[in-house]
């Protein structure tokens, strides 16, 4: 969901820091919206690249050969599909390269990346990460970084580990701000401070439980030490951190960059700031920049500021080696987390077949094993998915399923969750046929044309953050000083593999053979679960600290107390932020430009039409507003949405549905929305969205094929179904622990009214539950059996309404399609939409779950977003954020991430993310109002400025063209109400900051829930007294 009133639901900006153990992002700011009611795919494509179109001459900028303030340029090149002009230049006194890709999009990045490979895992380079963003020499502020949130509109910033890269990126459209930023970021990295008390609060520390108390017990804290217990508490994290360390055991892609727990606690910080001169050195940096803004300035200030004192130095000692290959495949058993909300014990365990493929520099061959990998495992024409997956003796692809080239040699992945241990065998043997088969009788031609198809149609489908893209897809190239430029031309790539494959005809079954069969260097990984996991992990983290203390004398215990002391007040200590740069009202008061929608009415349906730049694709969107189904029919919509585009149709069987649909448009998707009304808040709606888009010439059978998915689904293939529903099921239950904050916020919202309750049942951890128990109390042709019934209820003409997004140039042509479409649709008696809101009586729930930290929330009702209290509770939220939560639960108590956010139907939510403490947080949150009041000087013409733009973060965002429009699509929120809403933003004063503290915070809500997710907590009742239900 791209919706601007989704952030407001989400919490794009409470985690800022990501780091990434495999090759994918994961990116915590990336989770807008994680739901269970969305299980997900399988991350097949890794390295996606997205194409925009701007067409526009510009004449070269940078001549080969000249220098530019201290910087050679060694190549310029033109990229015509993605209309952009590549420079690269190198530093002739460090060696540094700049790379600066010009291209007409407002949206601009900047990004510092160094190659930093750990030989332990101790998570030296990750805790580094965080340090260099605790203050520098210019800049000797606390978390410099954080408090450049708010003084800001930058579109993403975050700073990233990966196995042998730190990357420091960040996007803005503001000049003014893309040049406090890159100021701020290139002396963080050249120049921080590393303090050993930043040391101790980001890295790891002994510290008195109650720092008051020297006789109270000693444990371990620290920032990234709870973050990676928290990281490797998700299974699918701890699996595929695995995969890789065994996979190269040789070098250093055998630690984990991110830190093991148990290791972490042996880094001191005398190595940090050894390894800081070493990798964190000019020659061994990669500068990256994207955009309009004149890249001349950047490079000025680099050979100014920072290079033009340094020299050039050997960088061999990063650069990683080809992994020695293996004679013979291993396997590899590992335990894992009980996950009380999985499937049943026996079938909570995990395999995969891993496998070495090619050097990550040779572009060709990797894009093609990138498009074979997706050939063999995606959709039901693939072979995997007919082998593995159509079978049914598992819960589906597990997460690391795919190919890789995040590492310098690339991998290939396949593997499967919620399997029994009994079929391990059995998998390893249907692996062995599979492949064995492809090679002998080939690839469906028309199945790998459908692949090569997505791929082009991916490249013409625009991103509104393609220089981030096009930074996270090249990092692992550039930083193995492969050819990141020529990696650009995709579509070259694409013509050199179809004349490979006309040319002969087992082109890619000689791959094959060599990289499946032939492949020695395999790797079988195992996991199963143990019911002891998280206790042994406590045995072992008291362990570690008995170890640790065993020999402390007096002084040393008398100095880790004065230590926490010293860090707590160091904490509290007013910070000199005023030395930071920020952003004046003038930077912000324009609004940002969107293309106009116009309403039309089409066949009696109300439809939304939007000409802008589509880089000749069509978008189209369709909303239906459910009625008329009962309870039952309402807890199955979910699956609904999951299945139906996968079971076939009258015409087609599911393998020629799916092989059309991939071939003629990029995917139709449904997805459920529970929209509350956002200027009463009085009553709710239930409706699916269906979203498609095509290449304009395909725009017919885009047409063709939705309107044989409406009126002619099935559900009358069971053996397909049932594998299709226990799929989700397993998947359902994947990445709760990693967007544990937003279970918990529908945990909380669900007992605040029944909108709430029914949010949380159609996609929180409720739903998981329901649907567990459903599926073992009905029979498959019964659920076949509902789901016909609910077809006809939602795919109906009276309740639908329409979106087109398209070129100027190709609208009629796309509209005709539409008539058509419309006209043959089947319309059914049209009966109430609208549900009422009733509010609930106060009340708290925990779901206890195995996992060593906690997720808390607190959900209260204010007004929806109409009401114009709204803009003063969201800019609350943020400065509530900023100056109270982060600094209190973060900072002091320990917590990754926590945060305040406000609904457009009105909920206010406190939340933690990977939080060691429960009960003291939700004290934190009750305490808001005392701190409002009791630190009312804080809140002063600064701060709410800062405030004001973290919402124009969210108001200002980029969007792409096909999601033009959206919020009036589905909450009706006119482009004029919208605009009206961001000048309230920018009016509002610290008075109306201050009524409005009185009138939502002063006295307890009417209508609040409170929700834990984390380990079992028997004494909640006594520590809160209140009344608390538990949910195992
Ligand atoms: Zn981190």
New binding site residues.
Partial sequence: MFSRLNLLRSTRHYVV???CVTSSFKSLSTFVKTSAAKAKKPKLLHRQVIAPHVSYKRNSRYTEGNVYHGFRCERVEHVSEFDLTSYTLRHEGTGTEFWHIDRNDANNVFSINFRTTPFDSTGLS?IL??LSLCGSKKYPVRDPFFKMINRSVATFMNAM?GPDYTIYPFSTMNEIDFRNLQRIYLDAVFRPNLTYLDFLQEGWRLENKDIHDQSSQLVIKG??YN?MKGVFSENAEAFSQKLLNNLFPGHTYGHVS?GNPLDIPKLNHTDLIEFHKKYYHPSNSRIYSYGTFDPTKTLELLDKEYLSEECWIDISYSRIPQQKRWTQPRNVHISGRLDNMGAVIDRQNQIAIALLMCDATNIQENFELHVLSEVLLRGPNSAFYKSLIEPNFSGGYNQSTGYSSGTKDTTFAVGLQDVRVEDFSKFIDIFAKTVSNAMKEGLDSQHVESVLHNRELSLKHQSPHFGNTLLFNSTALWNHEGDVVSNLRVSDMISRLRESLSEDNRHFQNKIEKYFINNTHRLILTMSPDELYEDNFKKAELELLEHKVKDFNKEKLQKIFENGLTLDAFQKAKSNIEILPCLTMSDVREPPKWPKLFIQNIHNIKTQICTVSTNDITYLKCLFNISDLNDEEIQLLPLFCNVVSAMGTAKYNYREFDKLVLSKTGGIDLELNLIEDVKDAASYKLSVMMTTHALDKNVPEMFCLCQELFQNFKFDNFVHLKMLIENYISNTSVGVVNSGHLYAMLGATALVSNAGKLKSQLSGVDHIAFMKNYVQLSKIPEIAHKLTLIGPKVFNKSNMQGSINSSKYFLPSALDCYKTFVETFPTFEKTKIRNNINFTEPSCQHYSMNIPVNFCAKSFFTVPYLHKDHPILRILAKLVTAKYLLPVVREQNGAYGSGATISSSGIFSFYSYRDPHSTKTLEVFEKTYDWLRSEKNLIDQQSLFEAKLGVLQQLDSPIAPGNIGIDYFLYEISPAYSEKYRSQILSITIDDLQDTIEKYFKSPAKHYGKCILGPVHSNLDLETSEKWKIIN
Avoid: D, I, K, L
Wanted: net charge neutral; no cysteine; proline share 0%.
């Fill in positions: 820091r990501a780091r990750h990460e965080h580990t920032v990234v973050e991110g």
